[in-house]
């Protein structure tokens, strides 16, 4: 027996230095990017990201936004300093060859911690939610017709994201004949995801919206809402985007509770629900306000 041990000794000090000096799959890195500052805007805010072939282009957006596409979490899950929802960048970037579109969020953190020198850690913490679900009614809507073009749409063509908002009202086009518009006291969703919706819709709220439908398919949808309520989701919409906004403008925000949004939701069998939820937070230890040169 002591023999059979002796034998495998050499293997199992082999396998233990493997495992010490074994090395972690390199995150992957874009080619080339290139960081400016956005241009200033007249009015409004307009923002969004085109995917062409290998090359990539985010179009003012803040280190917020970067940092919440890089690390897959939402704006209010991150914690730092308020300067990060000021200054927005273009940035533009190669993709490596080989490496698909779906580790841009990883590519992303790289970048990040090169030229902005982000360091971040992660945290717990209980925020106040809205949970949307299916009402005690029953679910009231049908799914959205197939779009032939959408089907037929080659996979490769360029796709397009952009957002755009203003006093006059909000426009979010999501690609693949999916887009979103907020303006004269009616929201309006056009083949939009459940958790798509509720990650929109949640910019008009005073809380982040978990969506608990358990629904997946596409959904064209319409809410009406009043005046006042419009008013108050506009403003909000604008703070949520780090918009700069007078005190007076602000005051609309006290107090106010959307009513006319929760019955349009009933109408259509969803409803939002007020909890508390643990969720993940990211804690943005260091950053830099101006990225390390191109």
């Given at each position: 027996?002591?023999?059979?041990?002796?034998?495998?000794?050499?293997?199992?000090?082999?396998?233990?230095?493997?495992?010490?000096?074994?090395?972690?799959?390199?995150?992957?890195?874009?080619?080339?990017?290139?960081?400016?500052?956005?241009?200033?805007?007249?009015?409004?805010?307009?923002?969004?990201?085109?995917?062409?072939?290998?090359?990539?282009?985010?179009?003012?957006?803040?280190?917020?936004?970067?940092?919440?596409?890089?690390?897959?979490?939402?704006?209010?899950?991150?914690?730092?300093?308020?300067?990060?929802?000021?200054?927005?960048?273009?940035?533009?970037?190669?993709?490596?060859?080989?490496?698909?579109?779906?580790?841009?969020?990883?590519?992303?953190?790289?970048?990040?911690?090169?030229?902005?020198?982000?360091?971040?850690?992660?945290?717990?913490?209980?925020?106040?939610?809205?949970?949307?679900?299916?009402?005690?009614?029953?679910?009231?809507?049908?799914?959205?017709?197939?779009?032939?073009?959408?089907?037929?749409a080659d996979p490769k063509a360029?796709?397009?994201?952009?957002?755009?908002?203003?006093?006059?009202?909000?426009?979010?086009?999501?690609?693949?004949?999916?887009?979103?518009?907020?303006?004269?006291?009616?929201?309006?969703?056009?083949?939009?995801?459940?958790?798509?919706?509720?990650?929109?819709?949640?910019?008009?709220?005073?809380?982040?919206?978990?969506?608990?439908?358990?629904?997946?398919?596409?959904?064209?949808?319409?809410?009406?809402?009043?005046?006042?309520?419009?008013?108050?989701?506009?403003?909000?919409?604008?703070?949520?985007?780090?918009?700069?906004?007078?005190?007076?403008?602000?005051?609309?925000?006290?107090?106010?509770?959307?009513?006319?949004?929760?019955?349009?939701?009933?109408?259509?069998?969803?409803?939002?629900?007020?909890?508390?939820?643990?969720?993940?937070?990211?804690?943005?230890?260091?950053?830099?306000?101006t990225p390390t040169e191109n």
């Open positions: 027996m002591n023999n059979m041990n002796d034998m495998y000794k050499p293997l199992l000090i082999l396998a233990s230095a493997a495992t010490v000096f074994a090395q972690p799959s390199p995150r992957p890195e874009f080619e080339v990017a290139t960081i400016r500052p956005s241009a200033p805007m007249v009015e409004g805010v307009t923002a969004g990201v085109r995917i062409d072939g290998a090359q990539v282009r985010w179009g003012s957006l803040t280190l917020k936004d970067y940092i919440g596409a890089a690390y897959r979490v939402k704006l209010y899950q991150i914690a730092g300093p308020d300067w990060l929802s000021v200054d927005r960048f273009d940035i533009a970037a190669t993709l490596p060859p080989g490496v698909p579109t779906t580790q841009l969020p990883e590519m992303m953190q790289s970048l990040l911690e090169e030229r902005f020198k982000v360091k971040i850690h992660r945290d717990k913490k209980d925020f106040p939610v809205y949970v949307l679900e299916i009402a005690k009614g029953g679910f009231k809507m049908q799914e959205s017709a197939p779009d032939p073009n959408a089907t037929n360029p796709l397009n994201i952009t957002g755009g908002g203003s006093a006059q009202g909000i426009s979010i086009n999501l690609g693949r004949g999916s887009s979103i518009s907020f303006a004269n006291g009616k929201l309006e969703a056009k083949r939009v995801t459940m958790a798509a919706f509720a990650g929109t819709l949640e910019r008009f709220v005073d809380r982040p919206i978990v969506d608990m439908t358990d629904l997946t398919g596409s959904y064209d949808i319409t809410l009406d809402v009043t005046p006042e309520d419009y008013r108050s989701m506009l403003i909000r919409a604008g703070v949520n985007a780090g918009a700069t906004l007078p005190p007076e403008v602000l005051r609309f925000l006290d107090g106010a509770t959307v009513p006319s949004l929760f019955d349009a939701m009933q109408k259509l069998g969803l409803k939002l629900d007020a909890r508390k939820a643990a969720l993940d937070l990211l804690v943005v230890d260091d950053a830099r306000k």
